[in-house]
C-alpha cells in the first residue's frame, strides 16, 4: 500500500471508530457489531504499525492501552478541585435554600439536581479540540496525571468540536456489573476483591500500565467545567447540554427544579429507585442553576456555597463485638477499636471500628461479646452505633481500659481537660513508629516509595528509629529485606533523595511538633522564611502571627527547646535537607505590585506566555486570576482573538489590557 492511501485509510478508520465509541458509550445506540468494530480496531492497529508517522492524535488505538509508565506525574490544578459540604435531612436542605437565597437576596432559585455518582473525581483537558491531559483529584490541588488510562475509558471522547482550552470534570466510575464480573473473575485467579465499585475504579486508574485500566470496564459522567476559556453560558443546565453537545457523557437523570420543595422531590425519589440504577450513588448533588448567582454566592475555605451534597442516610447491620484491641498514636495516645465479627454494610465487610476513647466505650457501655450496631459515618467510616442490651448475657464485664502502654509497658497518664490516655515515654516504639509514618506522609514529606507498610518492615528490622536515619538507608541492608526488590529500593531511596528539597512547611508538619498542622506549618514557614529563624522565636514573636496562638506557640517554643530534638535538626541538616521556605513570602511580593489583591481575567491567545506562565506570574505579584468576567473582576487581559469576555468587560466597564501591557506590569 502506498503511503497516501494508508494515511487515508487511518485516518477514516479513526474517525469510524470514534464514532461507533460514541454511538455505543455516550449514546447507548450501537450501529455495528463488535465483531465488526474489532476487525476495523485490528485492522487500524495493523496499519499503525506499518505506518506510525500517520497515528493521528486523536486515534482510537489508545483505547486498549499503550505502553505502561514508570510513574504518574503530579499536576497542578488551575482551579482546585473543591468538596461539597453535607446535608442528611429535609431540615439541612431547606437551610441551604435559605443562605443561598439570603446570600443572593432572591426570593426564588432555580436548582440543579444531580446524581452523586460513587467513583472519583477526575478532570479532562482538552486544547485545540484534543484531549491532552486528565487527572486525579487529588487533594484538590494536586492530582496525579492519569491520561493513558483515561483514554481508555470509551466514553471520553479524544476529540471535541471546540478550540478554545476546556477543562471538564466529572466521576469515572465502575458499573456495577462490570464490578461482580471483575470480582467473581478475580475470586478464581485467588486474587484480592476489590470492596466496592468506587475502589475497584479508583485501583484500575491507578494502575501505570494502561492495558489494566483498559479492560475494567471503567465509564465516566462529566458533571462541570473547570477551566474554560469562553466559558460564558449563564447557567449550569445550559453548560452540561453545551458539554452534551461535544460528545461527553452527561447524566439522563439530571433535572432543573424551581423549588426546595422540588429538591426534595427528587431526592425522595432516588432514595428508593436508587437500587434500579446499573451505577452505584451515594447522594444527590444540588447546585444552584444560575452562574451569576453561583459567583455572588463563592467559596468558602473548602467548597462551594452554591452547592450541596445530600447523602444518603447510613446503612445499619448487626453484629458481634469481639475484642477491643489498643493502638498507641504518634502522640503516645490509645486508641482502643472494636474488632467485630464481619459483616456486610454499605457495599463493604466491616471487621473493625474505632471506639475513640474510654469516655465513649463508657458512655455506651460497650463490652467484649456485646451485639452492637454498626454503621458507616459517611458512608465510609465504620462506627458503633449503640449495643444491643436486651441480647447481653448476664456474665460479660465492663470494659476497663489498661493502666500500661500496650507496647512499652510503662504507665498510661490522663492529662488534665483530656479524655485520652496516653503514653508519654519518648522512647515508645509505637510511638516512634507513628511519627515515622505521619513523617513521610502525603502531606508531610510525601515520599514516594515509602508508606505505612514499609516504615513498620525498616523499623521492625532495626534499620530506622529516628527521622535521620531514613536518610541514611543504604541499597544493600533495604534488598535483604522482604518484598524490597531492586525496582522498589531504587524508587524508595530516589523518593528520599527527592524529599530533602521538600519546601521548609514539609518538613515542618513532618516533624510533628504538637498542634502543627499543616495550616500552621505554611503560615509558620512563610513567616519566618527557614528553620534557624524559627528556632530562636519567642513565645511572644510567636504569637503575634496571625493564626498562631498561644497553645501552639508553647509547644513549638518547648520542641525546640529539647536538646534532642536540636541535635535531630542538625543532623538532618548534615544529611542535606533543605531548611528554607520555597514558597513566596508575603514581604517578598514588591509593595505597591500592580497586581496586589487584584482579580485578574486572562483571553484570547497570548504570544509571549502559555496561560498558565501568564497566571503563575501574576498570582506570584499577588494577584487572584479567576475564570470568568463579573463585576468583581478588576482588570481583563486581552490577548489576540479575544471574545465574549472582552465583550462583557467592555459592558462592564472594567480595565482592559493589552499583551504588552501585562509584559509591562509583570516586569515593574
Ligand atoms: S460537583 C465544587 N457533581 O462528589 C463541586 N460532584 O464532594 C464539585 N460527585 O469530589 C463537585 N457526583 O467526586 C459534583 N454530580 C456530581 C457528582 C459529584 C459525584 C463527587 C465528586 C466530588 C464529591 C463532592
Redesign the pocket.
Known sequence: MDKLEAKKQIEQLSEELNRYNYEYHVLDQPTVSDYEYDQKMKQLKDLEEQFPEFITADSPSVRVGGQPLDAFEKVQHTIPM???GNAFNETDLKEFDRRVREGASVEKVSYVC????DG??ISLRYRDGLMERGAT?GDGRTGENITQNLKTIKSIPLKINETETIEVRG?AFMPKRSFLSLNEKREENGEELFANPRNAAAGSLRQLDPKIAASRNLDIFI??VGEWEAGDIASHSERLAYLKTLGFKTNPETKVCQSIEEVIEYVKYWTEHRPELAYEIDGI?IKVDQIELQEMLGYTAK??RW?I?YKFPAEEAVTKLIDIELSVGRTGVITPTAILEPVKVAGTTVQRASLHNEDLIREKDIRIGDKVVIKKAGDIIPEVVRVIPEERSGDLVEYRMPTECPTCGSELVRLEEEVALRCINPNCPAQLKEGLIHFVSRNAMNIDGLGEKVIRQLYDAGLVHTIADLYKLEKESLLKLERMGEKSVTNLLAGMEKSKENSLERLLFGLGVRYVGSKAAQTLSEHFGNIDALMSATMEELIEIPDIGEKVADSIVRYFEEPQVRALIAELKTLGLNMEYKGLRKEDVAEGSPFSGKTVVLTGKLEQFSRSDAKKQIEALGGKVTGSVSKSTDILIAGEDAGSKYDKAQQLGITIWDEQQLVDALSK
Open positions: 473543591l468538596s461539597l444531580e446524581l452523586k455518582i472519583l473525581a483529584r466521576e458533571y462541570s448533588v467548597s462551594p452547592a451534597a
